[in-house]
Structures are given as structure tokens and as C-alpha cells.
């Protein structure tokens, strides 16, 4: 067999382990869009793919994993679309983050208790290994979105448009959570309003911190 053809034949068996990745993430995303609580297990997620338990397995050592890469997947569509934008000699304008934050993170039912089950499972030492691989790669990801913001706003400093994307992550899930606890409980005694829906009071805070940011920045003495 010549090398050409060894080669294709690599090719072609790399094509096919992506497009059952893709494919076992596509069910376990069905399954966990019918679970409120994300209670999915493996043998669901095989059966939703048409597979058995055991080729979920081979590419997934366990529920940990398999969600975390589900996780990973729905973020890497935020970062490419975003990266791609900033790539743009158009100027980046704050409402052009919060579209992105919005078609990616928060309108997706899915993921933001994600987010929230993946870093609660990482704090825990879940997923192992893969875990670790995944903040590396996140951290790659981060690196080159900041770099991004730091050409459209020349007034950052370095690193700060990492700063930024991560400020703005912690406010994402952490707004989140606290408007799902509000919404399990009565209002406090004495508030004279109704708290704001979370689309809402997460646009106000991230415009607010952008451009608060954006604003500091460019007043700083050079």
C-alpha cells in the first residue's frame, strides 16, 4: 500500500472518529435539553445515538467528560465567532459583544447550567485529566480573544482584554445563579420593585463594565 493511500486512509478514519464525536454530543445535547436537571447518564446518550454503551466509551470515560466536552464545544462556538469578528478591521462596538454573548451563552437553554455543573465538577477534581486540557485550551482561546480587544481598543494594556473576558464570564454565571435563586424564593422584605429579568440586568452590568472599562482606560495617563 503506498503512503498516499495510507495517508487517505488516516484522513478518512480521522473524519469518521469526529463525526461520532459530533454525533454523541448531538445526543447527549438532545437529552439534556428533555432534563431539566442534566441528569443524562451514558447509557441514555448511547441510546439517543443509536450506539452502544461501550462505544460512548471510546470516546468518553465517563458522564464527567462527555459533558464537559459538550461544554467546551458550546463555548468554542462563542470564542470562534467572536475571534472571528475581532479578526475584522471593523471597529468592535460593546454591542457587538453583548450580540455574541447573548446568541451564544445566554439564550442557549443549555448553556449556562452547563457552565455552572462543568466548573462545579472541575472545583470537585472531576474529569481528571481532560479538565486540565480543557483550561489550557480555554486559556489559548482567552489569549487570543484578549489579544483581539486589545487591538480594537489600543487603550487596554496588555492583558487586560483577558481581564475583561474573564470579569465578564464571572458576571455571565454569577448573575445567573443569583437570579435563579431569586426566583426560587420570595422577594426580600422591603424591596420597592420587582428585580429585573436576567436578560436585562445582564446587559446593564456588562455594558456596564465594558464600558466603564473602556472608558478608564482611555483617560489613563500614558
Known amino acids: 500500500m503506498g503512503r498516499a493511500m495510507i495517508i487517505r486512509q488516516r484522513a478518512i478514519q480521522a473524519e469518521d472518529k469526529l463525526e461520532r464525536h459530533n454525533a454523541i454530543l448531538d445526543a447527549a445535547e438532545r437529552v439534556l435539553l428533555r432534563s431539566p436537571e442534566l441528569a443524562a447518564n451514558v447509557a441514555e446518550v448511547a441510546a439517543e ?54 446568541r451564544y451563552m445566554i439564550d442557549p437553554p443549555l ?8 466548573l462545579s465538577q472541575m472545583g470537585q477534581g472531576a474529569a481528571g485529566a481532560n479538565a486540565l486540557a480543557f483550561k489550557q485550551r480555554m ?22 482584554g483577558v481581564v475583561l473576558l474573564r470579569h465578564s464570564y464571572a458576571l455571565i454565571l454569577g448573575l445567573w445563579q443569583l437570579s435563579g435563586a431569586e426566583a426560587c424564593g420570595p422577594v426580600a422584605a422591603g424591596t420597592l420593585a420587582e428585580v429585573p429579568p436576567y436578560s ?6 456588562l455594558r456596564a ?7 478608564a482606560t482611555s483617560r489613563s495617563p500614558s
Open 49 to 102: 445515538a443509536g450506539l452502544a454503551k461501550g462505544t460512548v466509551y471510546l470516546y468518553f470515560p465517563g458522564k464527567e467528560e462527555l459533558l464537559l466536552a459538550l461544554h467546551e464545544r458550546n463555548i468554542e462556538a462563542f470564542f470562534d465567532a467572536l475571534i472571528d469578528r475581532l479578526d475584522q478591521q471593523a471597529p468592535v462596538q460593546v454591542d457587538d459583544i453583548l450580540s455574541y454573548t447573548h
Open 111 to 118: 448553556f449556562l447550567p452547563m457552565a455552572t455543573r462543568c
Open 209 to 215: 463594565l465594558w464600558q466603564g472599562t473602556i472608558a
Open 139 to 160: 486559556g489559548e482561546r482567552l489569549a487570543r480573544a484578549g489579544a483581539g480587544l486589545e487591538r480594537h481598543y489600543p487603550d487596554l494594556p496588555a492583558n487586560d
Open 200 to 205: 436585562t440586568s445582564i446587559d446593564d452590568a
